[in-house]
């Protein structure tokens, strides 16, 4: 594929995809940050390109893609020291703040343990403030099943920490 037919055919889909980046994302920059990785990945297989018959999906599920992956990554977990601060009163103890700091890892420690689509969708949902409708843009998923992973999620980490304090 030549750049003219590249730029003819993908590039004209650039709004759009950047609509579905920030509509996931909801942050200017790494909507910016996807949407220039997909065009670097795309224009790398541009050999491969003149192959594909629905170039607007094509590119569409690339963008999800690439989107799920960042919010996936461990960089965009829970910022553990925020956390802590958020939880630790001025008045606790070192022996107060070290159990607290543990609980947190063990938490985590159980939230990487849920089955992937569960865990996603509680992290996007708990952690990363998303909203339902923006959860099932990003995952495929119906609003439905959306609400039943993360139901299934909170119970799994709710018995997780039963059997884990030795209450269940």
Partial sequence: MSADEFEKVYYALHPKMWRVAYS???????A???LQDAFCKLWDMRAELADIKKPEAFSIRLIKNLCLDFIRAP????DTESTESLLMAD????????????????????IDRLPEKQRIVLQMRGCGDYSFEEIEVATG??????RVLLSRARKTLKSMLISHDGMG
């Fill in 24 to 30: 996931l994302l909801n942050d200017v920059a790494d």
């Fill in 32 to 34: 910016e940050d996807i």
């Fill in 75 to 78: 960089r965009n977990r829970i």
């Fill in 91 to 110: 008045d606790m103890t070192p022996e107060d703040e070290l159990e607290s700091k543990q609980r947190i890892l063990q938490i985590e420690a159980m």
């Fill in 141 to 146: 998923e119906t609003a439905a099943n959306v």
